[in-house]
C-alpha cells in the first residue's frame, strides 16, 4: 500500500531516475547497476528530528560518564560485527550504491575495520586528560580536559554508503558522544539498515541503542538537523550544502567540520616511474568509478614523457570490465545517482567542445541495464576549462600537460579546491619539495592522494573550498570535544592572590616584573629589578 502510494507522489521513469519533491513522504530506494527496486524509506519530519536528538540526549548522558574500558568494549564488538557480516555488508552496499564488489570490501570494509582498530589502540591516549605548562602560574597545574560535546550530528553523502555512517560514529562513541546521522536520499534504504544493525550491536552490549540514530530523508531533513538542538555538526558533502549547513550553525554558534568536494592533483613529473604512476592514476581515477571527494581529478604530466604516460594509461583503461558485480567480476560499477551521471556526461560533452581530446570513453555504457558512464579519458585539457575547474566526480581522467616544476604547482593550486594531492618523482626530494608547495589538506608521494586515509593517525580535511576542521586521527578525535582548559593547585597554599584594593605602587611594580622578566637585554632587565624596590608611588 505505501508502495502505491509513494509512485504517486514521486515519479519515477523507466530509467529508475527520480526528482525528489520538497513535500516527499518516502524515499524509493533503487540499485542504480539493475534498476531494481529495492523498497522506501519514510521520510523524517523536522518534528521526528528534534525528538531524535533529545532521545540522543537522554542517552548521551549515560554514555558520557562510561569509563575508557567500557567504550572499548563496545567499539570491540561493532568490530567484531563488520567483520563477522563483511560479505552481507558489502551485498547490501553493492545493491544500493552499484558498486563493484571489490570496492565495497576495500573502500568500505578495511577503512572501518583500520579505524576501529587504531581507536582502540589510541583512543583513551588522546582523550586522557593532558597536563601542560603552567608557564609563570608556579603554584598552580594546567592541563587540558577532553570532553565530550553531547551529540553530534553527522549530514553525510552517497559515495560510501556503510563507511560514511560507521567513520563518525566511531570518533563519536570513543569521545563520550552520541550521535544523530543524516544519511544521503540516495542510499537510504542501506543505511537504514547499517544504523539498525549498530543499534542492535549497542543494545546487546547493554548500552541505550538511542546512542547512535538515523534521520531520513531529503535536503529538508539535513536543513532540519542542522538547526535542531545538535551540539556539533559534521558535514560531508558539496560545497553548495557545506555553506547552507555553516549558516544554520551560525544562527546557534555550535562548532562545525566541513569535509567537501576537491580537484585534487596527481602531478607526474619527468622523472617518475611511468609504470607506477599510471597504475596509481588508474586507483585515483576509477576507483568506485571516480566518486571520490579525494578522486585524482586532474593528472598534471610533465611534456617529456606525457604521450607515453596516455598511451599506456589509454590500453589499461580499454581493458576494463563494466558492469554488476552480482553477474561476475568487474573493474568498475555504476553512477549511484542519475543525477550524478547528468553531471558527468554534461561535464565530459563540455570539455570537448572546449577542445579536449576524447582518447577512450566519453558516454553512457549499458543504458538497457542501469546508469553507467564508460571509463573515460580526456587529453590536451587545459586549465581553463571548465572541467578542469569544477569537480567531475566520475570515472573520468583528465590529462593535462604541464612545462616544469613551478608550472605543476601553479597549475595545481590554480583552482578553488584543496583536498588531497599526488606528486610522483623519483628524486623523493623533488617530489616533497614539490608537495610542500601544494595548497592541500593531503599530500602522497609515489601514491594517490587517497591512501592518506588508510593511515588513520593522519588527519583528513581540506583547505579552501574543500573545507575545514579535520576528521580522523587525534585532531579528528578532539573535534568532538570540548578542550577544556583547567588551572589547579600544586600545592595547598591557601592564601588569597590580592589584587584590590589597587596600591599606589602597584603599577610601578608590576611594570618593573614585566621589564624583569620580557626586557631586551640585561639592562633593561636590571632597571626593572630595580623598579620593584621604588619607592615612589
Ligand atoms: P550533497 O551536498 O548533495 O549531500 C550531502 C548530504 O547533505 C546529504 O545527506 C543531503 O541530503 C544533505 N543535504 C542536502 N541539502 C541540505 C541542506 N540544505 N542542509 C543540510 N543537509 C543537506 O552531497 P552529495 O552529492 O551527497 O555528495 C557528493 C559531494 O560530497 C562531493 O562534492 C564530494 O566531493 C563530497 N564528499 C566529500 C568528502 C570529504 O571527506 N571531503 C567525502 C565524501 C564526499
Redesign the pocket.
Known sequence: MIKAKIRMSIPISTEGRFSPPTQATHIPCVDPATREQLGVIRVDSAEDVDAAVVRAKVAQKAWQSTSFDERRDLLRRLLAHTVDQKDEICITVQRDSGKTRENALMGEIWPTCEKFRWMIKNGEKYLRPEPVSSGLLLHKKARLEYHPLGVIAA??????PFQ?IVNPVIPALMSGNAIVL?????VAWSSAKFIDSLREVIEAAGHDPDLIQAVH???????A??RSAVDSIL????????R??IE?SAERVIPVVM????KDAFIVCDDADIEQAVHASLAGCYINCGQ???ASERILVYDGIYDRFERRAAELVREFRQGSSREGVVDVGAIV?PL?LEVIEKAVNGAISEGARLVTGGKRALRDKGDYFEPTILADVTPEMEIARE?V?GPVMLLIRVRDDAHAVEIANGVSYG?SSSVFSKDRGRARGIASKLEAGMSAINEFGGVTYMAQGLT???VKA??FGR?NGRDGLRSMCNIKAVVDDRFPINQPNRIFPVGKKDYGVFSGVIELIYGKGLAQRWRGFLKLFDRKP
Open positions: 549530514i553525510i553523502p552517497w559515495n560510501y560514511n543524516k544519511p544521503s536520499e540516495w530523508g531529503y535536503g529538508p531533513t539535513g536543513a538537523l542542522a558535514f560531508i558533502g558539496s560545497v553548495r550544502n557545506g547552507r549547513v544554520a569535509e567537501l568536494g576537491g571520490n571527494c579525494v545517482t550524478q569537480e566526480f583536498l583528513f580535511g581540506g574543500s573545507g576528521m
